[in-house]
């Protein structure tokens, strides 16, 4: 029955057509509906080349990494009873043990990946053509919050299920730049990122891993093998996540002497808090009325990840704007940068499919140069453009690239 939900919900998301806070980014929908019947021609579809790399950090391979296939059959949400996969193995209905761990599901347009709370980096260059909230008016619909990259090569690729945004509509990405955090915002079952590609401009999508199966592919579209020969991660960050501090981490907390406030805080008490205790304040529409800043002193000038410590309790605003000032390390110009996080699926809430426990969550802002001492720092104001929720302010963590 739950199963059969999930496949109803997200069919009836993917058709929504919507509009995200106007003042911040452009989330349009994509259009889902398709048929077998393709009237321009595919010619250059095929001329498509592997270009992608692997949209996180480490050593594992994206399918040591897969939760849930693509579909061949129908990969727009149809439910038609059948599961292709890239290899040609098929079941005659939705499946959560087509392999073990892994699951197959009815028109599954992309790839799922076991990623809880990770940096999530873009697949190769492209310009940003969403960033934001698939559905503004229901975040527990389909891919939450998300990013798609236009690679200028008639393929455009997808990222679901964030907990923050690192990159705005119009952004020119490069090849495994950090876009945002895994989570589990939208229709999700639990943490993870999903990751689907597109023949473009009608979101047609497409197996990365081609298709290698011994009959015709079902898909009405050319699947071609899309990854790079060594598509592992060209640098690497400490990664912040998880419920601890990185080991060695900068830590400024909001009992610290590096950390300051204005306006209405309200001081709170917990054993998940760091040190116990952290402050809150409620959201006001546009307009800051409480502003945070986490100030640390920097020993050695150079690469620092930056990772947000966000409590279960008093954070439920789904749209905290955090500003990183930094340097720019070519020509020590200053630097402004505004994160999004929503806070509002992290710690315990009601899903799509029940009530979710993650439990406090250090979350990546992105990487950044900082020079020794203390000219570097963070933001974080409660103008996110909702009235009522709750926003925390706890620790901040700034962990050394190598």
Known sequence: MIK???????LLTALIVCLSEPAVFSTRGFATGQ????SQSQAWMSAVRPFMYRPYYGSRSVLQRTISYVDHDEPWYADDG??????????????????????????????????????????????????????????????????????????????????????????????QWQIGTSGTTGSSTGPHLHMSAYYMPNWRATDPFGW????????IVPDK??????????????????????????????????????????????????????????????????????????PTSGYYEVGVYVDDTHAT???????????????????????????????TFRGPFGTTITGC????????????GTTGYVVVNNGTGGRGAELAADGMEFVRSQ
């Open 82 to 175: 059948r599961f292709v996969r890239y290899d040609g193995a098929s079941w005659k209905s939705s499946v959560y043990d087509c392999n073990a761990g892994i699951s197959c599901y009815d028109g599954h347009n992309g790839y799922d990946m076991n990623l809880s709370f990770e940096p999530v980096l873009s697949v190769a260059a492209g310009k940003v053509i969403r960033a934001g909230w698939y559905n503004a008016l229901d975040h527990n619909s389909s891919f939450g919050l998300w990013i798609a990259i236009d690679h200028g090569n008639g393929i455009a690729t997808a990222y679901g299920h964030l907990s923050s945004l690192l990159v705005r509509v119009g952004d020119h990405v490069k090849a």
């Open 4 to 10: 059969r939900l999930r496949q109803v919900v997200l």
């Open 225 to 298: 093998y899309l990854w790079m020969g060594n598509p592992k991660a060209r640098s690497m960050a400490p990664y912040l996540g998880g419920h601890s501090r990185y080991s060695g981490a900068i830590v400024v907390d909001d009992s610290s002497p590096g950390w300051h406030s204005t306006g209405p805080w309200k001081r709170a008490s917990f054993h998940t808090d760091i040190k116990g205790g952290m402050h809150y304040t409620i959201t006001s529409g546009n307009k800051a009325s409480a502003t945070a800043t986490w100030r640390p002193s920097i």
């Open 361 to 372: 969550q250090w979350v990546s802002l992105g990487t950044y140069y900082f020079r020794k």
């Open 317 to 347: 605003s789904s749209w905290v704007p955090y500003t990183i000032y930094s340097t720019n390390a070519s020509n020590q110009k200053a630097v402004k940068h505004t994160v999004y996080l929503d806070s509002s699926h992290i710690g």
């Open 35 to 38: 048929t077998r019947t393709v």
């Open 212 to 219: 290698y199966g011994h009959y015709s592919d079902p898909n």
